[in-house]
């Protein structure tokens, strides 16, 4: 069950990276990072870390999306726009 | 420059429910996994969300750069005093001069397997409180400094 589990949250992790990389739309991209991050937490967690899951779903999934999305709003939303 | 109601409102939402989380973290932090770097995190992620969803103005009516810093030097001041009051008492740098004190969090702990007491431990949950509110402050000032740079860009 757990290794199920285990293989479901590794191609989440790798599908939602793909998305990271391939998407043109910046905000997309961003929020894809903020699940990209509470995937990587759930990992540590399966693998018994539960100390470093917290602190990845806090400083990764929270603080930095937060980051990307303050930088976003201060330039263009889409990638290779020039104003 | 706010973001939509809808973003807005569940940010409302959302914030005591962070809040309160992240406060049990960090007053768990010598029970359960956890602490005062990952509670204040926690805690700096309900104030972040705020700022991305609210302006920068309506932001710094509320919360200033000065209260953010403040509370940074207050929690490292309370970090360092508790430590160096153990070699007033005449014990060694960072010892823990509260466990097994009757005092606050100074109850003895039970022998064996148990749920555990919250009141135990002795400095380590002060000393939790002290990086937690460090944290708060550090990382919510952070995004604070970055927000105003983009609202001058904007303006």
Redesign the interface.
Known sequence: MIDILNGLVLIGLLVSALFIVRCRDLLSAAISFGIFSFLLSLEFYILQA??V???E???GA??TT??F???I??TTRWEGVRE | MSMSKIVRAAACVLLPFILVFGFYIVMHGHLTPGGGFQGGAVIATGFVLLMAAFSYDSITARLSKSSLTGGETLGLLLFIVTAAVALGLGGTFFGNWLANSGAIFGTPVAFGANPGNLNTAGVIPIMNLAVGIEVLGGLSVILLYMLSGVHEEVA
């Open positions: 539960p100390d899951a917290i602190a779903a806090g400083i929270g603080l937060a980051i999305i303050v930088a709003r201060g």
